[in-house]
Every structure is written in C-alpha cells, then in structure tokens.
T-cell receptor
C-alpha cells in the first residue's frame, strides 16, 4: 500500500464547478499535511497547509480527519487557471522529516 | 528575494558520463532535499540533508551521490551507475514544520 494515496484523475470540470480531491495516508505518526499545486513541467508550489480544525483560503478549503487518516481539498467556483495537478503531501517526524508525496490528481477546468 | 536556484534547467548526459546538478538556496534553511519525478508519477526522494556535513539516503539513492559542505549548497551527482537517469530533478529546502520550497528543477535527458 502506498504511504499517500490520492483519487486517480483526471478530473474534467466546467468553469464554476465545485471539485473535491481526496487523499488517505497510512502512517498514523504523520504530523504535518499540505496540498501542493504543480503546473505542467513546473515545480510544485505550496497551495496550503492543512490543520486539524480545517482551514480556508479564498475558494479553497482543506480538511483533515486524523481518525480516518484522510485529507481533502475543496475548490469552489473553479477557474480555468485552477487547471493543474494537485499533490497531497504528508510529513512524518519518524522518517527524518521528509515529505511524502501522493501521485497527484490532475484537474482540467473547461470553459 | 530569497529562494532556491537550480542549474542548469536542461541537461543532456551521454551514456557512462557523470553529471552534477546544482542547487543553491539563500533562505537560510537547514534541511535540503533532492527528488526525482518521472512522467505521470509522484516525487521520489533521492537524498536529504538536515545539517551541513551530514546527509541521508532516501528511497532511491542508488546511482546518485551528494555533498553538503555549505549550508547554502546541496549538489547532486548522477553517476554512470544510474541506469535510467532521464527525469525531472527537483531540489527543495525546508525550515521547521513548514512545507518545502522547491527550485524550478532540472530536466535531465540521456542521449
């Protein structure tokens, strides 16, 4: 089983749609959680950290359920510019502080 | 502006040749990481360093070597022992529990 697993993509949605990405992680010792965005042939960029209480940044909402070892990202009112691959990322302090990346879910927003 | 600089952006390697990828950061981060990304796949950890003069193997270290003689620099050498080196190589740094900051990457191709 992979340490971080994401919904297989791609997701193709019209502009204005709401889209949700799901992610599960296997190591219960994980302490920090992130969503990254990666545009085609570019480096990943931090989209947002994920906190236990849930957090929101504009149209983006992230949720964490430690009991279920589950992370989600919700994008409301999607824009063409949201088209990218979204990476779920988990940190484990018992693994030297490295970040573990999911394989990513591709999102394509169409006019 | 603080950031991570990777060079070169594109690199072509002949069979049997060693090549070195540069990674420099001016963020004053202690931890630095090298990842490899293959098309359609997630990031895989090659090596990481949490302090100067110390580094650890990641999940796919075979055929690679690194050094960390200065806090700012973490070069990666792809040796002739790496049989399938064609990939997108990403360097990252991190401070504390925050997410990674990535460089813009180096695309290595075997010719």
């Amino acid at each position: 089983r992979k340490e971080v697993e994401q919904d297989p993509g791609p997701f193709n949605v019209p502009e204005g749609a709401t889209v949700a990405f799901n992610c599960t992680y296997s190591n219960s010792a994980s302490q920090s959680f992130f969503w990254y965005r990666q545009d085609c042939r570019k480096e990943p960029k931090l989209l947002m950290s994920v906190y236990s209480s849930g957090n929101e940044d504009g149209r983006f909402t992230a949720q964490l359920n430690r009991a279920s070892q589950y992370i989600s990202l919700l994008i409301r009112d999607s824009k063409l510019s949201d088209s990218a691959t979204y990476l779920c990322v988990v940190n484990s302090y018992n693994q030297g502080g490295k970040l573990i990346f999911g394989q990513g879910t591709e999102l394509s927003v169409k006019p | 502006d603080g950031g991570i600089t990777q060079s070169p952006k594109y690199l072509f390697r002949k069979e049997g040749q060693n090549v070195t990828l540069s990674c420099e950061q001016n963020l004053n981060h202690d931890a630095m990481y090298w990842y490899r990304q293959d098309p359609g796949q997630g990031l895989r950890l090659i090596y990481y360093s949490q302090i100067v003069n110390d580094f650890q193997k990641g999940d796919i270290a075979e055929g690679y070597s690194v050094s960390r003689e200065k806090k700012e620099s973490f070069p990666l050498t792809v040796t002739s022992a790496q049989k399938n080196p064609t990939a997108f190589y990403l360097c990252a740094s991190r401070e504390g529990t925050y997410g990674y900051t990535f460089g813009s990457g180096t695309r290595l191709t075997v010719v």
